[in-house]
């Protein structure tokens, strides 16, 4: 199997966008087991072999970042998961009211349906029966918000809230109960932040 590589672009520096698709990538087909005990190195150099990524994305991938999530608690809550699913896809009618706080628009809305599709990063099932919900995040974090965290933590709910209740709505509806946890994953940061609906 072939993956389409990440499009060349026409400026010389690669946009944020490029950079997200080609770690997101890596994270997707990346054999877990294999890049905690070989390394990124070894599994970027496995993966552009077998064909489940291109030369463009392996320029694009930032080693340092992935090197961090092969030692994060998050990959040893993945290598201590009973189950876990990458790219997990959805296709949902959800209610228009969901996607604002305005309550009066809420009232407007609450007849309109919006078809939603997507795929969830990385979904877990702990020993425990707990779904822990992670969603890969490549954003740029700011001098203050690595000393203020509670700053980060509301802009990446201003940024990313809406996708993230999305996704909480398709785990309920696949899965049948909704995720217990909800995180992001900065690759930046090298650190799981959590996210209350």
Request: glycine residues 6%; aromatic residues 8%; hydrophobic residues 40%.
């Amino acid at each position: 199997m072939r993956i389409p590589d990440a499009p060349e672009s026409s400026s010389k520096t690669p946009s944020a966008a490029e950079i997200g698709t080609a770690t997101h990538t890596f994270l997707e087909f990346c054999d877990y087991g294999r890049l905690v005990v070989e390394g990124v190195d070894a599994e970027c150099s496995r993966l552009l072999a077998e064909g489940f990524i291109g030369e463009r994305t392996a320029e694009l991938l930032n080693r340092r970042q992935l090197e961090g999530f092969r030692k994060s608690e998050l990959m040893h809550w993945i290598a201590d998961a009973d189950e876990v699913w990458r790219e997990q896809t959805f296709s949902l009618l959800l209610p228009m009211s969901d996607f604002t706080a305005n309550e009066e628009r809420k009232v407007l809305l609450r007849d309109e349906r919006l078809f939603v599709q997507g795929s969830i990063d990385c979904l877990l099932r702990r020993k425990d029966g707990k779904l822990i919900l992670v969603d890969y995040k490549t954003d740029r974090i700011f001098k203050d918000e690595e000393a203020n965290r509670s700053a980060l933590m509301r802009r990446m709910a201003e940024q990313h809230g809406s996708q993230l209740r999305c996704y909480a709505k398709a785990v309920e509806h696949l899965f049948g109960k909704a995720p217990d946890e909800i995180y992001v994953y900065s690759l930046p940061l090298g650190e799981l932040i959590p996210f209350t609906p």
